[in-house]
């Protein structure tokens, strides 16, 4: 008859190898379990990303397959702030800090399609944001200047663009209202802060036959977003729906 001494003699060494096994040994190797995790992550933000598209932007009549395209390519996760990543698909603008938002995806695809972007042109962009904007047309179009007039938010949107791999984008950290006099003229202009009033300056810098989208109304109320285009001397301007934007910040505010 076996005894109890017996199976202490042959279990105890048994469970104390087990024991160190357990606290010595990772399940997965490290690197297997950190790609593995990565991969996992972009797949995720893929389909969220698809479903963004299909839901909130083909459904509500943006049609412009350049545009379209563009926003299934762009990663708006790496536009936001980091806390901000699990609702950076959602149908709504985001805080990205110093009082200032990133656009409802709709609304940047819509603004996007207004311009009737294409390869070749030289756009120009007020109010670098996040980068997010400007990474949608450079998505699309050749050449695009983006001005921020928050020094520190600038240098965050100018970083996540290189980060995204939109590294031919040009930031400046200047007053919008005066645009970029240097590389005008531009093809379009896309305007992303709520103005008083349609600026002057911008409307020089367009080249004959060019576009501009920008919101026009009071801060802090609904504004309508307005199409500008330029036929010579001729400026033409089409009141499109209302908006909500931030306002348009001025150096002398």
Same mark, same amino acid.
């Given at each position: 008859m076996l005894t109890d001494s017996y199976f202490s003699s042959?279990?105890?060494?048994?469970?104390?190898?087990?024991?160190?096994?357990?606290?010595?040994?990772?399940?997965?190797p490290p690197a297997f379990a950190e790609t593995g995790s990565d991969d996992e992550e972009d797949q995720r933000y893929q389909r969220l990303r698809e479903q963004m598209v299909n839901r909130q932007i083909i459904a509500r009549g943006v049609e412009d397959r350049p545009t379209v395209n563009a926003m299934r390519s762009v990663p708006r996760h790496k536009f936001v702030q980091s806390g901000e990543r699990r609702r950076a698909y959602m149908d709504?603008?985001?805080?990205?800090?110093?009082?200032?938002?990133?656009?409802? %995806? &709709?609304?940047?695809?819509?603004? /996007?399609?207004?311009?009737?972007?294409? @390869?070749?042109?030289? !756009?120009?962009?007020?109010?670098?944001g996040s980068g997010y904007q400007a990474a949608v047309l450079a998505e699309i179009t050749d050449q695009v200047f983006t001005i921020e007039i928050v020094?520190?938010?600038?240098?965050?949107?100018?970083?996540?663009?290189?980060?995204?791999?939109?590294?031919?984008?040009?930031?400046?950290r200047a007053d919008g209202y005066y645009g970029w006099?240097?590389?005008? %003229? &531009?093809?379009?202009?896309?305007? /992303?802060?709520?103005?008083?009033?349609? @600026?002057?300056?911008? !409307?020089?810098?367009?080249?004959?036959g060019g576009l501009m989208v920008i919101p026009v109304g009071s801060p802090f109320r609904t504004q309508n977003l307005m199409l500008v285009e330029k036929r010579g001397e001729d400026i033409r301007t089409r009141n499109l729906m209302p908006v909500r934007f931030v306002p348009f910040t001025r150096e002398d505010e």
């Open positions: 042959i279990l105890l060494p048994v469970f104390i190898l087990l024991l160190i096994l357990l606290f010595t040994v990772p399940a997965v709504s603008p985001l805080p990205i800090g110093y009082g200032q938002t990133i656009s409802q %995806p &709709f609304i940047v695809a819509y603004m /996007t399609q207004l311009i009737n972007p294409e @390869p070749g042109m030289k !756009v120009l962009e007020i109010g670098t020094e520190e938010l600038g240098e965050w949107g100018r970083q996540n663009l290189r980060n995204a791999g939109y590294d031919k984008v040009q930031v400046k006099e240097e590389h005008a %003229p &531009f093809d379009a202009i896309v305007v /992303t802060a709520a103005a008083d009033h349609i @600026p002057p300056p911008l !409307v020089e810098q367009l080249r004959d």
